[in-house]
C-alpha cells in the first residue's frame, strides 16, 4: 500500500492545514493587538474605521478560504505612497511624530496583511502585533499600570482592579495586597 499525504476532513494536505492554522493565528494575533491598540483610546476615528474595516476584511477572506494578495508592483506603489503620506501626516495633518508613526505603522500592517507570502512576511505581522499590545504599557493608561494586577486570595483567579488613592495623601496609592471586599481594614 502506497503511502499518502495526512488529509483533514476537507481533502487538503497536512501543510496546506498547518499553513491555515498559521494564518488564522497570525490574524488574531494582528486583531488582538489592534484592539488594545483602539482600547487607549489614543486612536482617531479615521484610523480606528480605516484600519478596523482593512483588518475585519481580512477576516472575512480567511473565514471564506479566499485568497488575496497583493502583487510586488502594487506593494511598492502603496510603500511610496504610505511614506508620502506620513510626510504629510506628520508636518501637516497631525504635527506630532508618534502619531504620524502609529498612522504609518498600522498602514504598513495592512499592507503586510494583503500582502504576506513568505516567512519574514509573518514574522512582521508577529511583530507587529506584539508591539501594538506593548503600546498598551503606557503609563498614562490607568489600566495597564502594574499595580492592577494582583491575585485573588487563592493564588490562582488574577483581578484587576483600579487602585484608589489616599484622601488625606492624593499622592499615595492603596495598592497593597488583594484583600476581598469583606475586610474592612486598611490595605498597606
Known amino acids: 500500500m502506497a503511502a499518502r499525504p495526512i488529509a483533514d476532513f476537507e481533502g487538503t494536505t497536512m501543510a496546506a492545514s498547518i ?12 486583531v488582538a493587538g489592534f484592539l488594545t491598540l483602539a482600547s487607549t ?3 482617531d476615528p479615521p484610523t480606528l474605521v480605516l484600519i478596523g474595516a482593512a483588518v475585519l476584511y ?3 477572506l480567511l473565514a471564506t478560504r479566499r485568497v488575496f494578495l497583493l502583487s510586488s508592483s502594487w506593494i511598492t506603489y502603496l ?9 504629510f501626516d506628520f508636518l ?3 504635527g506630532n511624530f508618534v502619531t504620524a508613526t502609529v498612522h504609518f505603522v498600522l498602514l504598513l500592517l495592512v ?3 494583503y500582502s504576506a507570502k513568505r516567512n519574514r512576511d509573518f514574522v512582521f505581522l508577529a511583530v507587529i502585533a506584539f508591539l501594538m499590545i506593548l503600546s498598551f504599557g503606557d503609563r498614562r493608561h490607568p489600566w495597564a499600570r502594574a499595580e492592577s494586577f ?6 490562582c483567579i488574577p483581578v484587576l482592579y483600579q487602585p484608589d488613592t489616599d484622601a488625606a495623601d ?3 496609592c492603596n495598592c497593597g495586597v488583594f484583600r476581598p471586599a469583606a475586610s474592612l481594614g486598611r490595605v498597606p
Not at 498559521?22 to 494575533?29: C, D, P, T, V
Not at 510603500?79 to 510626510?87: A, H
Not at 494582583?150 to 493564588?155: D, F, W
Open 92 to 94: 501637516i495633518l497631525s
Open 170 to 172: 492624593p499622592g499615595r
Open 58 to 60: 481580512r477576516g472575512y
Open 19 to 30: 499553513e491555515r492554522y498559521l494564518l488564522i493565528s497570525l490574524y488574531f494575533m494582528v
Open 79 to 87: 510603500t511610496l505612497v504610505f511614506t508620502i503620506f506620513f510626510l
Open 41 to 43: 483610546g489614543e486612536l
Open 111 to 113: 499592507l503586510r496583511l
Open 150 to 155: 494582583r491575585t485573588a486570595p487563592n493564588g
